[in-house]
């Protein structure tokens, strides 16, 4: 049986999504078939289609979704081998690359691939900038909690693995604007995670961002929690996360692990005998419910704050189901205008460094790859 139709959106209420198809290691009929489950969901999209023609179009029309999307013919690709610094030299004729331009150059309000993590943070400091003030950008997370929204914010996942005071004290600004505008908290809690939760814990950078973050947590309007550790991350005791790139990514990555593993281990349990198999039967509600909350593409979008400009990434094994999470993130920022507020709310705390504007995408593609 065919497909309904996705409805065409008006011109005055629609958004567009600019999406790389072929970043995706389950390649672009995926992509396609993801953009195909938001469409469906909001009749408001609109999307800006990036790959080879001869590829895309077969895959677009076959989803009828001719309407809805218009296919920009590009040749190359960025592999997930291929080093950032190649990329920003060697990439102008690529999706992830066009994709990218087209938030730049104002046809669509924010940009989603599946790409090389490196690439697309490189690619996108050197076309759409930082914001002014910014340091370091940031790759930030969804991860399910205990909180009644049932997600915590975190931040830095792995843009970049450095971080000083300053820049972790730029995250916690960020992160809180995220959370008010991605989760709706008026006055978000924040935590640094550390190795302990005692003062005198951590390296000496963390320690002096703790000083920094709980000094201006009342005028910028969220409240500093001080040091939490990784069994915090999940828990409804902070609503976000803040930590270095390294640290933050290594944690996603286990978190991420961990839910797949005890999902395995729940399934092979239910099916070891016949008794199993009928409990197994008599649990599905609860099962389902539990798969639920510890689906990873429930909540796949890492979003890349700092820039002038709208750009989520989604996990490069993402399915349909994964890609379409990661557009509709995109289309909530989108819609709330967070980019803007958050360059308003950097600039009203901007802590100063002599050494963070004058630091080059170049530079930071090198430190990627």
């Not at 009342?218 to 609503?239: K, L, M, T, W, Y």
Request: glycine content about 10%.
């Amino acid at each position: 049986m065919s497909e309904p139709t996705a409805p065409l959106p008006s011109v005055e209420t629609r958004v567009t999504i600019s999406v790389d198809a072929m970043g995706g290691d389950l390649g672009p009929a995926t992509v396609v078939a993801g953009i195909a489950k938001s469409a469906q969901k909001n009749p408001n999209l609109h999307f800006l289609v990036f790959g080879p023609a001869s590829e895309l179009k077969p895959l677009i029309t076959k989803r009828k979704l001719t309407a809805r999307c218009d296919i920009r013919d590009v040749r190359d690709v960025v592999r997930m081998e291929d080093k950032p610094s190649h990329v920003m030299r060697h990439g102008k004729g690529t999706s992830m690359w066009a994709a990218i331009e087209a938030v730049r150059d104002g046809e669509a309000q924010a940009v989603v691939s599946c790409g090389n993590t490196g690439a697309l943070m490189a690619v996108s400091m050197i076309r759409l900038r930082k914001l002014p003030g910014i340091f370091r950008p940031a790759i930030a997370c969804l991860w399910p909690s205990r909180n009644p929204g049932g997600f915590n914010v975190m931040l830095d996942v792995g843009a970049d693995i450095r971080a000083d005071a300053k820049d972790l004290l730029q995250y916690a600004i960020m992160g809180a604007s995220y959370a008010r505008n991605g989760l709706g908290l008026s006055r978000p809690r924040i935590g640094l995670l550390n190795v302990g939760t005692e003062e005198t814990k951590g390296r000496t950078e963390i320690r002096e961002a703790h000083d920094l973050i709980e000094d201006i947590s009342h005028d910028a309007n969220f409240e500093f929690i001080g040091f939490v550790e990784g069994g915090d991350i999940p828990s409804n005791r902070v609503d976000v996360i803040v930590t270095d790139g390294f640290t933050g990514n290594i944690a996603l990555k286990t978190g991420e692990g961990t839910a797949t593993l005890i999902r395995e281990f729940l399934h092979e349990g239910f099916r070891a005998t016949p008794l199993s198999r009928i409990a197994a039967l008599l649990a599905m509600t609860s099962l389902r419910r539990l798969s639920k909350r510890t689906d990873p593409r429930r909540v796949n979008g890492g979003v890349f704050l700092g820039l002038n400009g709208t750009v989520v990434k989604s996990h490069g094994s993402a399915d349909a189901t994964g890609v379409s999470s990661a557009i509709k993130l995109a289309v909530r920022l989108a819609e709330s205008s967070f980019n803007e507020q958050l360059a308003a709310r950097v600039a009203s705390f901007n802590p100063g460094r002599q050494d963070g504007p004058n630091k080059t995408a170049e530079a930071a593609g090198k430190e990627q790859a």
